[in-house]
């Protein structure tokens, strides 16, 4: 079974400063997405950013981008210039490409903090 | 960007009641529908996948009699949590993937249920 960690349970960042957020996976599958979503307080899952596993170049969305490395098993989420909005919970998550009916496995998330 | 629905938003139940969840895809069809739980602090564990027209799946340790999950048709999956209980407490969140969205791969999700059983 695939399993996703995040090693941050928090994190912080001073308005306009870039935070990357650590996020490896345990997986035997060589074909499959990987996602960052944000969960603000009022708890609406939100995607931010997604990665298909086979594309070598990073994903980057707006002030949003990706460090993957699949060898390593690594995904790393970079906020740069952050905002005040951005304080939430991220979780990183992985689904498999085998079937239409795979779900997505998600970590533990990071709570980001964003100081005026 | 595609919408899901999901009702109500916050409902508080006595002790032995059932309480229906409804989740639906306004602008797309899902096939497939996941149903998450979430406890204060932690990550959504997943309960079940609806399939529409079949039998959920559920996940190990989820009751099916418990959490009864119908998916009746393209738009609507609905989560009944029968004879309630406090330990039943919880936030529910529901997932809808389309098979027109399947290219991306997205999963949309609703913005969840917070259940309170007294």
């Known amino acids: 079974a695939q399993t996703v960690t995040q090693s941050q349970p928090e994190m912080s960042v001073q308005e306009a400063e870039t935070v990357t957020l650590s996020c490896t996976y345990d997986?035997?599958?060589?074909?499959?997405?990987l996602f960052w979503y944000k969960q603000p307080p009022s708890r609406q899952m939100i995607l931010v950013i997604r990665?298909?596993?086979?594309?070598?170049q990073n994903a980057t969305e707006n002030r949003f981008s990706v460090n993957f490395q699949k060898a390593a098993k690594s995904f790393s989420l970079k906020i740069s210039d952050s905002q005040l909005g951005d304080a939430a919970m991220y979780f990183c998550?992985?689904?498999?490409?085998?079937?239409?009916?795979?779900?997505?496995?998600f970590g533990k998330g990071t709570r980001l903090s964003v100081i005026a | 960007g595609a919408v899901v629905s999901q009702h109500p938003s916050r409902v508080i139940c006595k002790s032995g009641t059932s309480v229906k969840i409804e989740c639906r895809s306004l602008d797309f069809q899902a096939t497939t529908m996941f149903w998450y739980r979430q406890f204060p602090k932690q990550s959504l564990m997943l309960m079940a996948t609806?399939?529409?027209?079949?039998?959920?799946?559920?996940e190990q340790g989820v009751e099916k009699d418990k959490f009864l999950i119908n998916h009746a048709s393209l738009t609507l999956s609905t989560l009944t949590v029968t004879s309630a209980h406090p330990e039943d407490s919880s936030f529910y969140i529901c997932?809808?993937?389309?098979?027109?969205?399947?290219?991306?791969?997205?999963?949309?999700f609703g913005a969840g249920t917070r259940l309170s059983v007294l």
């Open positions: 990665q298909e596993a086979y594309k070598q």
């Open positions: 997986t035997s599958e060589s074909d499959y997405y």
């Open positions: 998550a992985y689904r498999s490409r085998r079937s239409g009916n795979t779900p997505l496995v």
């Open positions: 609806s399939n529409e027209g079949s039998k959920a799946t559920y």
């Open positions: 997932s809808a993937r389309a098979p027109g969205l399947t290219a991306k791969n997205i999963q949309y």
